[in-house]
């Protein structure tokens, strides 16, 4: 009796064991999409460099206050473009939006099938006062030293304006002709929003019924680190990003002279309800973009962490603690909650009568503000606290498929320009202008094909802004494949 029962143990952990390592093999040989031949172009390298160091040197830059926008600026930004790219200008229609946004329609030969569209932008945040003493090289010299370009927007986001630019020219040099639709979208406010920009254009769009197979903005670049314990580089081809909401939470009283005070004040009643924000997260889960990012990774984990994410029946609780453990992992597998604002009180001596707490929220795809609002009430269970929701600014877009053509020839683009990299999709964090264009496709993926180190990373609105002298040619390269293939081109006949 006791023979069989320990028999029979031992089979069921042969088994499961045989299931957990066969489903941990299987994962582990995911296979990877071929690289794309490049089309055969003739870049003139030392030209390009120089054009993307003159990009620098205009100071297209977004304030917060846009009635600030320097329009000399953004008008000597666009002669240059004109100047430098003289085909791209012949051939192509350029309509001005919103005064400093440029579309460009690259017509083709078949304007029955869906458009793609490739965006970017092409303002920059400011250099934050204090900091210039911090940079190398003044930040709209447009240096080239020590083997990099040295600037504002040279990663954020100037890479990408001109790639997609010199791409066009080298590919209109050519001879070739997209036989679908191509639009070059680039916005001039993306840094405070987009309104003006990228949502412009989007009606625009969509107005004119413009349909649109998938679009191509700024996001993840080709780096390491990012994953602790997998050492290949990724390409992080980001499919959606949160949403953003923001909620208040306030409480009144009487206030009155604080050598009498009461036994709760609107401020402590408002504190309470923060420090439960921050005790009561909403629930951690592993779906979505979050399941897709971890089974494309898992070829590159080490033996024991792909056993886990082969086997979520069995380890997701654990898989999800891990993750959780870093502030980015946290991020990415639950809506976060964070206490940005605290308003209450004048005066040392004087109880106040109103306190105020905004939180942030930001939503993962899948949740929406009412669920969010349904959770806050629930954790601040005393009613003289008011929970309010201020305003949406995006909800979390929708999720882009890593199986459609887009997803594939960009892909395929990466492959060939970044052999080394593995190409993984991911979920951004933060709101950015492409959030828009998901009311013309789902498909919107958000890369920068650029190779980035995680120091260089650090320089996003930072002091120091700088692009490997080698990465400005992989942009082109990579851009000028996706079009090739992507717009399904007649390939150099005219
Ligand atoms: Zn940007």
Redesign the pocket.
Known sequence: MVRWSVLGGIAVVLVVSAVVVYRTVKLGAAHEVEPLPQPPLLLDSAAIVQRFAASLRYRTISHQDTAQVEAAEFERFHAFLHQSFPEVHRQLQRERVSNYSVLYRWRGTDTTLPAIVLMG?MDVVPVEPGTEDSWKYPPFDGVIAEGYVWGRGAI??KITVMGILEAAEALLRSGFRPVRDVYFCFGHD??VGGRHGAQRIVTLLRQRGVRVAWVLD?GGAVTTGVFPGIERPLALVGIAEKGYMMVELSAEGRGGHSSTPPRESPLGLVAAAVAAVERSPLPARLEGVVATLLEALAPEMPFPQRLMVANQWLFKGIVLRQLQQTPRGNAMVRTTLAPTIFHAGVKENVIPSVARAAINVRLLPGDTPEEVMRHLRRIIPDRRVKVQQQSVLSLPSPVADVGAVGFQLIQGAARTVFPEARVVPYLVLGA?DARYYTALTPNVYRFLPVRLTPEEYQTFHAPNERLRLSEVLQAVRFYATLLFHGAGGSSGTP
């Open positions: 932008h954020d986001d993306e840094e700024e950015t």
